[in-house]
C-alpha cells in the first residue's frame, strides 16, 4: 500500500478506532523492517503537522510490539519455500533495520529543538532573490538539496564527495549536513 492510498482512506476513516484498524492492516502486511521503515517514513512526509507525525510514530510503535508482522498467509502457504529463503536471506538487514530504533529515533527529532532548526526554517531556496552562498547561509544545519543548490551541484556530485569525505548525519532516511563542515570540506577540496 501506497503512503498516498493510506492518506486518502485515513483521511475518510470516521473514527480513531477505524484509522487505528488501518494503519495496524497496512503494517501487519509489512514483513521486512526497511520496507515498514520506509512505509512510515513516507506517511511522516505525507503527514499534517506535528501532532499527525507524533500519533503516527506513537501507534506505530504500540502496533509494531502488539503484532507480528507476516506475509500474507495465503500467499505464503503457496510459496513457503521462497519466503524462507528470503527470510534467511535478509536475517542480517532485519536486524540492522530495527523499526523500533528508527521509530524512537523519529518521534525523538520530532520532539526536539533541532527539529524546529531543520524544519521550520522555511527558506525556498529556488525563490529567493539573493545570492545566497554557503558562507553565509543563515542556517547550521542543511539538507541534501539545500547543499547541492547552494554549491551548484548534483545529487550525483554531492553523493561523490560524500565519499570522498565530506561529513554528514543521517536520520533515518534523511541527511544532513552542518554548514561549517562543508565550508572546511571546500576549503581543503577547492570543488
Known amino acids: 500500500m501506497t503512503a498516498n492510498y493510506f492518506m486518502s482512506k485515513w483521511g475518510n476513516a470516521q473514527t480513531s478506532q477505524r484509522q487505528y ?3 495496524e492492516n497496512a503494517i501487519k502486511r509489512l514483513y521486512r523492517n526497511l520496507d515498514l521503515i520506509r512505509f512510515i517514513d513516507d506517511l511522516l512526509k505525507a503527514s499534517n503537522g506535528q501532532a499527525q507525525k507524533e500519533k503516527f510514530i506513537k501507534w506505530s510503535k504500540r502496533i509494531v510490539l502488539g503484532i507480528k508482522r507476516s506475509p500474507d498467509p495465503l500467499h505464503f502457504d503457496a510459496f513457503e519455500d521462497e519466503y524462507n529463503l528470503e527470510l534467511n536471506a535478509i536475517s542480517k538487514e532485519q536486524k540492522m533495520h ?3 530504533k528508527w521509530l524512537d529515533n523519529e518521534l525523538e527529532l520530532l520532539q526536539s529543538e533541532e527539529h524546529k532548526e531543520i524544519y521550520d526554517a522555511n527558506v525556498n ?3 529567493t532573490e539573493t545570492n545566497l552562498d554557503i558562507y553565509n547561509y543563515p542556517k547550521e544545519l542543511l539538507t541534501s538539496k539545500e ?3 547552494l554549491l551548484g551541484i548534483s545529487k550525483t556530485t554531492l553523493d561523490r564527495r560524500r565519499a570522498e569525505g565530506l561529513k554528514f548525519r543521517k536520520d533515518g532516511r534523511k541527511v544532513y549536513f552542518k554548514r561549517a563542515e ?7 577540496k577547492r570543488f
Open 21 to 23: 484498524q488501518l494503519l
Open 98 to 100: 530495527d523499526p523500533m
Open 125 to 127: 531556496l529556488e525563490e
Open 147 to 149: 547543499v547541492m543548490v
Open 182 to 188: 562543508v565550508v572546511r570540506f571546500l576549503e581543503s
